[in-house]
């Protein structure tokens, strides 16, 4: 049988180094945290192949002493922590683990100046061993080279990828932290075949909404909603700030989500459940919101040490945790969701302008003008108007036997009187393809799609009226069916089963690989329980045990009955509506929460300003 030994210093370094530094960016990532945490204002990055070649952070902080410079090179050596109470950091890591793990599979050149001191001290150290040290020309702060990473360590330099996306997965780091501190000025240029590319660049002393939407999308400031919360948790306040993105402001994919706690950004699945839990039955399951959030609590409430690089958290209070973070979420577009799509794209405008150079049906009006709003992005499709303008070249075109005249009603134009200047959608003034109202607004043109619109205030409606709680109700099975499942899914579901006897869903243990099931929701009595438990399962190992209100998968097929329950209840796409109707609707709309957009997350209104007309014909 082999002896047990001691590892070697070299190699013991090695194996830390492979908890933190992965690849380029990891190693990135430690250094500008350790740039934040000594208190810089500005911090330069360079990078070279990505980071493959050479990677450089310089910042203005606090700086480093000779003696301070050779502590922060051992194992374990750290400023950051000034008791043994570990689950007390607030800082973002731990310069003793960082910089000697790098230093031992890398080409590491430290240098540093405190303030007062008349020059800096080098120190260079080459996979683990000290090659040089001395005296260092720089002004105050402090420099950190990495070059030549994995170069002694073949294994680990063959899985690394090409310069391009060792710079993707950097860019994406430094863009996170500098999102959590507009405080900082930050820049970051990298050099690739010679050519420089300017990846990141940022003003110090921002605020919060504006270096979010820099980073993000500079359209996100004007879609989105601002959050600024607090409430009181365990051992004190918790907060949340950030941006939150209308749910007409969405993406396909959820990479556009940006967590942080305490400063810190994370990647947890109870926030990202929360996130998606608010927004639940404001988006279709393929949609993502987009947003930044920020949740500030104290320290003794989260444990930041689950992970070596610390990109996973674990709260004392989840369930807290995550209601606070869904109520928030929900409150602040609450007050943001009247709110529409994006203004019209400028280049859309532009085709509006030209006249068509052949006439077009009438018959292809109603279809395409309908197209428009079963886009998700309106400004995107908001260019085929141009292509369904009625044409005036060809008088006879609407006599013809096989073509359809246009649909369309409209009012007496009267003027909009004091009283009715201040609704923020308008007047009605007509209803185009039975489908399309159309609106006037002391200071635009409003197009509402009346099933969308109505099928959003249907289901408040039924939230209001307690039919979320009627589908809630549980419905006794004659006969219990067994679901024979792994032994772990069993686990999972009996952890959670007082979550889900909330939703309806009564369930017991049956021996060790197997769950006996009572009663089911009684709007999915018809449901397949082993699919159902199956799916409940998967849902909480992706997404974690959801406390406070069961399964999240549960709760959204829940939505998803009402908002069936909306939809077969709403004014259909077709329906001639009076005049007073169509006032009468767009008075609800502007009442009810979430209005700005339909349950699948597009838009019901969109609106075109006077100015936007006014360039149409060629008055301003």
């Known amino acids: 049988m082999p002896l047990i030994r001691r590892l070697p210093e070299t190699l013991v370094n090695r194996i830390a180094a492979g908890e933190v530094v992965e690849r380029p960016a990891a190693a990135l990532k430690e250094l500008v945290e350790n740039a934040i945490d000594a208190g810089a204002s500005r911090i330069a990055i360079a990078l070279i192949d990505g980071g493959l070649t050479r990677l450089e952070v310089t910042d203005d902080g606090c700086g480093m002493t000779p003696d301070e410079m050779a502590l922060a090179l051992e194992r374990h050596a750290t400023s950051k922590l000034p008791d043994e109470a570990i689950e007390m950091v607030a800082t973002l890591g731990f310069r003793g683990e960082a910089l000697p793990s790098i230093a031992s599979v890398a080409r590491l050149t430290l240098e540093s100046r405190v303030r007062g001191a008349d020059d800096g001290w080098r120190r260079v150290v080459d996979h683990g061993e000290v090659v040089e040290e001395g005296p260092a020309a720089l002004p105050y702060g402090t420099r950190v080279r990495v070059e030549q990473i994995f170069a002694k360590v073949p294994a680990r330099r063959k899985f690394l990828r090409t310069p391009r996306s060792e710079y993707i997965a950097a860019l994406d780091c430094v863009r996170r932290l500098a999102m959590a501190r507009p405080d900082i000025a930050f820049t970051l240029e990298n050099v690739n075949d010679g050519k420089v590319r300017k990846g990141l660049t940022t003003q110090g002393d921002e605020a919060l909404a504006t270096r979010v939407s820099q980073i993000v999308a500079r359209e996100l400031k004007d879609n989105a909603v601002e959050i600024d919360l607090t409430r009181e948790g365990l051992h004190g306040t918790m907060r ?81 945790v995550r209601g606070f973070i869904v109520s928030g979420l929900r ?61 005036f070249a060809s008088p006879h075109s609407a006599a013809r036997a096989d073509t359809a005249l246009p649909q369309g009603r409209a009012e007496e134009a009267a003027p909009i009187s004091d009283d009715q200047a201040d609704y923020p959608l308008g007047i009605a003034r007509g209803q185009v393809a039975n489908t399309y109202i159309i609106a006037e607004s002391k200071d635009g043109l409003v197009l509402v799609d009346q099933h969308a619109a109505h099928e959003r ?37 009996d952890d959670a089963a007082e979550g889900f006897a909330r939703y309806g869903l009564s369930l017991e243990r049956f021996g060790p690989a197997a769950m006996l099931v009572r009663a089911v929701p009684s709007v999915i009595a018809k449901a397949d329980t082993s699919k159902l438990l199956r799916d409940l399962a998967d849902d909480i190992a992706k997404h974690g045990k959801q406390e406070e209100s069961g399964s999240l998968l549960l709760a959204e097929r829940l939505e998803y009955v009402l908002a069936t329950m909306a939809c077969h209840g709403s004014v259909r796409a077709g329906r001639v509506l009076s005049v007073a109707e169509m006032n009468a609707l767009l008075r609800e709309m502007e009442e009810t929460p979430r209005s700005g957009q339909c349950n699948h997350g597009r838009p019901t209104w969109v609106k075109l300003s006077m100015e936007d007309v006014e360039k149409l014909f060629g008055r301003h």
């Open 240 to 320: 949340l700030t950030g941006l939150a993105g209308l749910p007409t402001y969405n993406r396909g994919v959820a990479d556009h989500q940006y967590l942080f706690v305490n400063g810190r950004p994370v990647k947890d699945k109870l926030l990202t459940g929360a996130v998606r839990g608010a927004y639940s039955d404001m988006l279709a399951r393929d949609r993502h919101a987009v947003l930044a959030l920020f949740i500030e609590l104290p320290p003794q409430d989260v444990d930041v040490n689950v992970h070596p690089a610390k990109t996973e958290v674990r709260f004392r209070d989840a369930a807290g």
């Open 331 to 391: 409150q602040a577009l609450a007050t943001g969701d009247r709110r529409s799509a994006q203004g019209p794209d400028r280049t859309a405008m532009g085709r509006w302008v030209a006249e068509p150079s052949q006439p077009i049906p009438h018959s292809e009006e109603a279809p395409a003008l309908r197209s428009i709003f079963d886009q998700r992005d309106f400004a995107a499709s908001e260019a085929r108007v141009a292509e369904v303008r009625p044409s």
């Open 457 to 493: 205030l249907v289901l408040e409606r039924l939230k209001r009226s307690g039919a979320e709680e009627a589908v809630q109700r549980s419905q006794a099975l004659l006969v219990p069916d067994v679901v024979e499942m792994d032994e772990a899914d069993c686990d999972r579901l």
